[in-house]
């Protein structure tokens, strides 16, 4: 279902104006490459399980549809030329999900990004790990241009409680900047890609938590508690022509099987999750 952009405005906070000038700001140098580590483009679960399971999709009359994913929880606007993406973050003290393991690492990743829904070929990604082992929380940050691995940054060490706020901003389809900034002291770090690939589509906005993958696993999920992205806005490029100004609401929620782990909802300029 499509609808119109007024309304869509009026759920996200759409801004259909200029795009904002990108403010470059000097290039952080890369960190060491995690091994084997990405996030990825949504799954759907039957991909993961390997067991053909429908997928609940249940459009209702303000043009959301609410369905299951393997890896992301969270809201993505389905719609065309978008060229930045942004919300801000409380950083919740991560747990172990009942009956976990000392031994074992639980994690989930926070961040928004462009494409990986509808567009599956790239996605132009920055925001935060919340992981936690035997009892201690630990909270790493990242940018990605998938399908090339994720880079930490340096310097930016994360407690719970921060504000933060994510943006990604891309210039054209193969290049842009992305920003994590600590609301409270306005200190930021940024990465600048230039000529990556492939290309994005600018065709997906999203907020999202993630159990991402590992080595083509999933990790075990850390219990997040509650993520609530606020102040979440889009930009269209200027060329979008009023036809194309339109947009849908995907509110997706993390099951593995039967076993629904997340409870997503939106209210305008909000998207939140909690772990359930
Ligand atoms: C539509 O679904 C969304 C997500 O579940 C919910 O937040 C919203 O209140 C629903 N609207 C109506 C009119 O049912
Ligand atoms: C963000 O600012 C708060 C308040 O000054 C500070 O306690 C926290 O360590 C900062 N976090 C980062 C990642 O800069
Ligand atoms: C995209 O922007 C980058 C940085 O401004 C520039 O180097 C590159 O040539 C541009 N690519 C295209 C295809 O316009
Ligand atoms: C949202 O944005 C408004 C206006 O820019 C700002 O005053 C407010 O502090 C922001 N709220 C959060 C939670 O970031
Ligand atoms: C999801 O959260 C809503 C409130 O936002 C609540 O009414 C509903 O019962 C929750 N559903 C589940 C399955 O926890």
């Not at 599956?120 to 920055?126: A, C, M, N, P, R």
Request: charged share 15%; net charge negative; with cysteine.
């Amino acid at each position: 279902m499509r609808l119109p952009s007024t309304l869509v405005a009026a759920l996200f906070g759409v801004e259909a104006v200029l795009a904002s000038p990108v403010v470059l700001t000097p290039r952080t140098p890369r960190a060491q490459r995690r091994s084997g580590r990405h996030t990825s483009p949504r799954i759907a679960p039957s991909d993961y399980s390997g067991t053909a399971q429908p997928t609940a999709r249940n459009t209702n009359s303000t043009g959301t549809t609410t369905s299951y994913s393997a890896n992301w929880a969270g809201a993505v606007l389905e719609g065309a030329h978008y060229v930045s993406v942004t919300g801000t973050v409380t950083v919740p003290q991560p747990q172990m999900p009942p009956g976990g393991l000392d031994e074992v690492e639980y994690s989930a990743s926070v961040w928004v990004g462009l494409d990986g829904d509808t567009c599956q070929s790239s996605i132009l990604q920055v925001g935060f790990d919340l992981n936690v082992r035997g009892g201690q929380a630990s909270y790493d940050t990242w940018y990605e241009w998938y399908p090339d691995s994720a880079f930490n940054f340096e310097g930016f060490a994360l407690t719970a409680g921060d504000v933060i706020r994510l943006t990604v901003t891309a210039t054209n389809t193969t290049s842009g900047t992305v920003w994590i900034e600590n609301e409270t002291t306005g200190k930021s770090v940024s990465h600048t890609f230039a000529d990556e690939g492939p290309a994005l589509c600018e065709a997906n906005a999203e907020w999202i938590v993630e159990d991402f993958l590992v080595g083509g696993k999933l990790m075990p999920m850390s219990n997040f508690g509650s993520v609530t992205f606020t102040n979440c806005s889009v930009v269209e490029a200027t060329s979008t022509t009023a036809a194309e100004s339109t947009s849908s609401v995907a509110l997706y929620n993390i099951r593995h099987g039967e076993e629904v782990y997340t409870n997503c909802s939106t209210s305008p300029g909000t998207v939140s999750c909690e772990y359930v």
